[in-house]
């Protein structure tokens, strides 16, 4: 008889071991790596799919982080990689990535010609020919381009959307157009770059959605949410442009009305006093978190030290001594919450989808 009670109890231990392995599965999950105010965006869909978006820094310590990353996520490969922008920050990385992970696809708006700020002389054509030589198949990246991710049995609807590029916009619905935005703001005087060409996505799983608009700059945020607001409301807004002032139009995070904000910001680029302020004016956001702690603000306008992965601050050469700890995100398999963690200090909380 106690053999049998032993069978069955090992059986259901089993039993509820591989429910928990498929609850895991089924969520999809997000990792902010830190790029030193770099961009890089790791997505884990629940198919098991893989996305990048933006890749850091050249140089070794933004590509070896991507790659732990990656491989800590249990994937083998990068199914698709998304570029927001061509400034070195974003794009720079990927290649010493693709030197040890395979890259399926690369979706990118047209390789500019010359610097795509229009600086002579310019390092460019060195900095863009590794990205140009990696073996992987490319795709033009544009307003209305969707990814063609797969649906996991049993899960809500997953989809990754391009909103903008090049300056240009989606088309709103007839649903959107039907309401223009109350809300209004005023225009910045910002000199031109390649951050106003950044590619906008959302990423919708059930009814959680995900804001990543690159760095794309404060009057061109406008343009997304004013007259009409092509975007709609999202859970978790990742702050543009490392949280600096040129971007993070308050017209844009109020309309986007955010549960959470994530800042991948660096100790010493992003994290300003105006983007900081542009957050705590939205009514909607319950919880910030930063990649590190800004030197850029004061220390009061910075979040309690449970909500920043990185709090030493390491600058010059001894940025390579960082622990580079990364944010976590995972959405259950119903969409209906999520948790955000920080695995090096403990913290986890978890927080409701809000209705659309």
């Known amino acids: 008889m106690k053999n049998y009670l032993r069978l069955g109890l090992g059986l259901w231990l089993a039993s509820a071991y591989l429910a928990r392995a498929d609850q895991k599965t089924r969520t999809l999950d997000v990792v902010w790596i830190d790029s030193e105010g770099g961009g890089s965006t790791l997505i884990v869909t629940p198919a098991g799919e893989s996305v990048l978006i933006d890749s850091g820094n050249p ?33 720079g990385g990927i290649a010493e990535v693709a030197e040890q992970i395979p890259i399926g696809t690369i979706y990118q708006r047209a390789i500019p010609a010359g610097d795509p700020d229009g600086k002579t002389p310019t390092t460019f054509p060195t900095q863009i020919k590794p990205f140009r030589e990696i073996a992987a198949n490319r795709v033009a990246l544009a307003a209305g381009v969707v990814i063609p991710m797969k649906n996991a049995p049993g899960t809500p609807a997953l989809s990754l959307r391009c909103l903008a590029a090049d300056q240009k916009f989606v088309t709103p ?27 906008v996505f959302v990423l919708a799983f059930g009814g959680f959605r995900l804001f990543d608009g690159g760095d794309l700059t404060w009057n061109f945020e406008a343009r997304l949410v004013s007259p009409f607001n092509l975007v709609g409301a999202v859970d978790v807004y990742q702050t543009d442009h490392h949280g600096l002032d040129v971007s ?60 920043i992965a990185n709090r030493d601050n390491l600058t010059g050469a001894d940025a390579a001594k960082c622990p580079a700890n990364v944010i976590e995100l995972s959405v259950a398999a119903d969409g209906k919450s999520y948790t955000i963690s920080i695995p090096a200090n403990g913290h986890a909380r978890t927080y409701a989808t809000t209705p659309k």
């Open 59 to 91: 140089g070794g310590r933004d590509p070896a982080r991507i790659v732990r990353a990656v491989k800590e996520a249990g994937l083998a490969r990068i199914d698709y990689f998304l570029l927001t922008h061509y400034h070195v920050d974003h794009f």
């Open 173 to 199: 619905t007839a649903e959107q157009a039907k309401t223009k935005n109350l809300l209004a703001g005023a225009a910045k005087e910002i000199a031109p770059s390649d951050n106003d060409n950044s590619a």
């Open 248 to 307: 993070n139009n308050p017209l844009l995070i109020q309309s986007l009305a955010p549960t959470v904000t994530l800042m991948n910001n660096g100790p010493k680029k992003g994290g300003t006093p105006t983007a900081f302020s542009a957050i705590k004016s939205v009514r909607s956001v319950q919880a910030s978190y930063q990649i590190h702690k800004s030197f850029n603000a004061p220390a009061e306008q910075n979040v309690t030290d449970e909500y």
